[in-house]
Nanobody, 119 residues
Framework: QVQLVESGGGLVQAGGSLKLSCVASGSIFGDKTMAWYRQAPGMQSELVARKVSSSRTDYADSVKGRFTISGDSAKNTVDLQMNSLKPEDTAVYYC?????????????WGQGTQVTVSS
């Protein structure tokens, strides 16, 4: 069973930066969408950013201009560079890779990494 392993979370002051990284423990084949989600306490999970293809990335309005998603589909790695962090960015961040093949769709999740931004 393929697992996604995240790293890079932690505590940072407002205005600071963090980089989250995610790597798959095995091979993932198919047409992939690589993404980061987050969930703050008492809140629903929300999409932060996703990389649909080499030329298309989507961002939540709240992080546009501050966060950048990058990834290597062949290596099954996805990163999230977070700049100008705000206290409202505090959440558990989850890496996600969706893969579509002709016979089945796959949906992989990481265990989550805590990001805490102090004011």
């Amino acid at each position: 069973q393929v697992q996604l392993v995240e790293s890079g979370g932690g505590l940072v002051q407002a205005g600071g930066s963090l980089k989250l990284s995610c790597v798959a423990s095995g091979s993932i084949f198919g047409d992939k969408t690589m993404a980061w989600y987050r969930q703050a306490p008492g809140m629903q999970s929300e999409l932060v950013a996703r990389k649909v293809s080499s030329s298309r990335t989507d961002y939540a309005d709240s992080v546009k201009g501050r966060f950048t998603i990058s990834g290597d589909s062949a290596k099954n790695t996805v990163d999230l560079q977070m700049n100008s962090l705000k206290p409202e960015d505090t959440a558990v961040y989850y890496c996600n890779i969706k893969a579509r093949t002709p016979w089945k769709d796959y949906d992989y999740w990481g265990q989550g990494t805590q990001v805490t931004v102090s004011s």
